[in-house]
């Protein structure tokens, strides 16, 4: 069955830089558009970035164009973004989650997500 | 970008009664809409994409409808485990959300 487990959260200070991972299994992993989704405590959910199947086109929500980079290594079936320049607004769930074979569709598998906190 | 609003804010529902929640996107996205459900401390899930095919293993008692701006999930005789926050999400330009809808126990 598909899995999606995220790794690399944690407590970093603003102005820092994190990278999280996404590791999947259960699927044909270089068939498909990944994506990163963040969620503020007690808010609701906002699509950040995706990457194509085969990594050559990414796109990038407004408010981290420039901060985060998202890329995948599809000889490992994973998907990471680079956080850099972190900023308290930053604070969230981050889930990683299957496209399709297209770039901008549904989401149809989640992981777990991880939690990520930028505080002094 | 396409701002989704979903209403009402919270709907509050006796378990086996029906619930109708709704969706506006600020242009058309055509029929590229899906729904969440997502329940305390776990992620979300899919529910509907196309705006009103059901994902692989939900149960028909969830119906999605509309086109353009405007959508409708309905669960038809709510379940105990039905009770949960619903985002909607369009996907006609890239991919925003919507602020959900909580449907609590009356």
């Known amino acids: 069955q598909v899995q999606l487990v995220e790794s690399g959260g944690g407590v970093v200070q603003p102005g820092r830089s994190l990278r999280l991972s996404c590791a999947a299994a259960g699927f044909t992993f270089s068939s498909y558009a990944m994506h990163w989704v963040r969620q503020a405590p007690g808010k609701g959910l906002e699509w950040v970035a995706v990457?194509?199947?085969?990594?050559?086109?990414?796109y990038y929500t407004d408010s981290v164009k420039g901060r985060f980079t998202i890329s995948r290594d599809n000889s490992k079936n994973t998907v990471y973004v680079q956080m850099n320049s972190l900023r308290a607004e930053d604070t969230a769930v981050y889930y990683c989650?299957?496209?399709?074979?297209?770039?901008?569709?549904?989401?149809?598998?989640w992981g777990q997500g991880t939690l990520v906190t930028v505080s002094s | 970008e396409i701002v989704m609003t979903q209403s009402p804010a919270t709907l509050s529902v006796s378990p086996g009664e029906r619930a109708t929640l709704s969706c506006r996107a600020s242009?058309?996205?055509?029929?590229?809409l899906a729904w969440y459900q997502q329940k305390p401390g776990q992620a979300p899930r899919l529910l509907i994409y196309g705006a009103s095919t059901r994902a692989t293993g939900i149960p028909a008692r969830f119906s999605g409808s509309g086109s353009g701006t405007e959508f409708t999930l309905a669960i038809s005789s709510l379940q105990s485990e039905d009770f949960a926050v619903y985002y909607c999400?369009?996907?006609?330009?890239?991919?925003?959300f919507g602020q959900g809808t909580k449907v609590e126990i009356k």
């Open positions: 242009q058309s996205v055509s029929s590229n």
């Open positions: 989650a299957r496209g399709r074979p297209a770039m901008v569709t549904y989401l149809d598998y």
């Open positions: 990457t194509s199947y085969d990594g050559s086109n990414k």
């Open positions: 999400q369009q996907y006609n330009n890239w991919g925003t």
